[in-house]
Each structure stands twice: as C-alpha cells, then as structure tokens.
C-alpha cells in the first residue's frame, strides 16, 4: 500500500519556466562535435532538397534579402543548461519552404562540417523554426553557429544545427549524428527527452 503525504508535490523546482533537470544560466556555452568550420559569406550557401531531388538554393545576399523576423526565445541545451530570453535574427523556416511542394514528413539538417540532425517537418513549421544569423542584434558568430543555424527552440539545443547548409526533406526518418550515438530521436526538454531509453 502507497503512503501519501497531504499536499506532496514531489521536487520543488525555483523556477517553473526550467524544464525538467535543467539550471537557468546566463552564459552561452559552447559546445560542438567537432571542430568549428569556417565559411566564407562569399561561398555560404543554403539548399533546401526534397525528397524528390528538386533542389532551392539561395547565396548569403540572396538568404539575408528574405523576410526575417526576430524572435525572442529560451533554449534549452541536453548537457542541462537552459538560457532564457535569447534574442535573434532570422528567416522562419515557412518561409524557405512556401514554394516547395513535398509529401515529406521528415527533415534532416545538414551542417558544414559533416554535422547532421532529424526533426519531423511539423516542428520546423507554423513559426517554431528559423535559420538564424544575427543573435543579440550582432553577426552570429561561428563558434555559435555562423553564420547561420538551425533554430527550433522547443526541442533540446542539439536539434538546433550550427553551420546550416541544407534541408534535406523526407519521406522517413534518418536519425543523425547524435541521434545514432545514443541520444533520442525527438528530444523534448520538458519530457526529458535525453537519451534514446527517456
């Protein structure tokens, strides 16, 4: 038989806006699988490929001229730090994809650097993604991710891909980098979606 205490509400957390696990920080640590590349606006290039081979691209003059917008969102990192209130420049990724015609349900990103993550097509939609390249009003800087990155703030940090080069749409699911050393396929924060057993 369970013992229950009155008014029990398991571990009380200081600040209700921290998902599970995770410590509020107002440094923005750096934390990469490999050594950071360096890209040249001159030859940056972003592609979205659908599953289809049907290829957009866009030049660093040509990504920059799309309408951006600026969102201000908390992003949560697996290593457990959660830093609140970043402020960013950046094209939605509607926008990348209004012309695209596609029956994909999957997207894997793809970074300079060899760098690769999966993400369901629904949650880089409806303005829960952008492809960032200014943050705190400043260039994105490379050890952060310039000049541009993925950036879906809902999912763990590591789902945002530094060094963005392309979108590859799918039609399944292709788990990358992380994703097949161990970490989880979808990676939810507030579901404390670390590793693949959470």
């Known amino acids: 038989m369970a013992v229950i205490t009155r008014g029990f509400g398991g571990r009380r957390r200081d600040d209700a806006d921290l998902p599970p696990g995770q410590y509020r920080t107002d440094d923005f640590p750096v934390l990469s699988a490999g050594p950071t590349p360096r890209i040249g606006l001159d ?3 972003l592609a979205v490929v659908t599953e289809t081979g049907e290829r957009s691209t866009w030049s660093w003059a ?3 001229a799309l309408p951006a917008d600026e969102p201000t969102v908390d992003i949560h990192c697996v ?3 959660s830093k609140f209130g970043t402020n960013w420049r950046g094209v939605s990724v509607d926008t990348l994809l209004a012309d695209v015609e596609t029956a ?9 650097g060899g760098y690769t ?5 629904e949650d880089l939609l409806d303005g829960q993604a952008w492809v960032a390249y200014e943050f705190d009003g400043e260039p994105l800087v490379p050890v952060h991710g310039g000049p541009a990155r993925l950036l879906v703030p809902h999912l763990y940090f590591w789902k945002s891909a530094k060094w963005l080069r ?3 749409l799918r039609l399944d ?3 990358g980098f992380w994703e097949t050393a161990g970490y989880h396929n979808y990676g939810d924060p507030w579901r404390e979606q670390r ?3 959470d």
Do not use: M
């Open 43 to 45: 030859k940056w290039e």
């Open 62 to 64: 040509e990504f920059t």
């Open 79 to 81: 290593t457990h730090w």
């Open 104 to 112: 994909a349900e999957y997207v894997v990103a793809h970074s300079y």
């Open 117 to 121: 993550t999966n993400i369901p097509l």
């Open 166 to 168: 392309a979108l590859e």
């Open 173 to 175: 699911d292709e788990p």
């Open 195 to 197: 590793y693949l057993a």
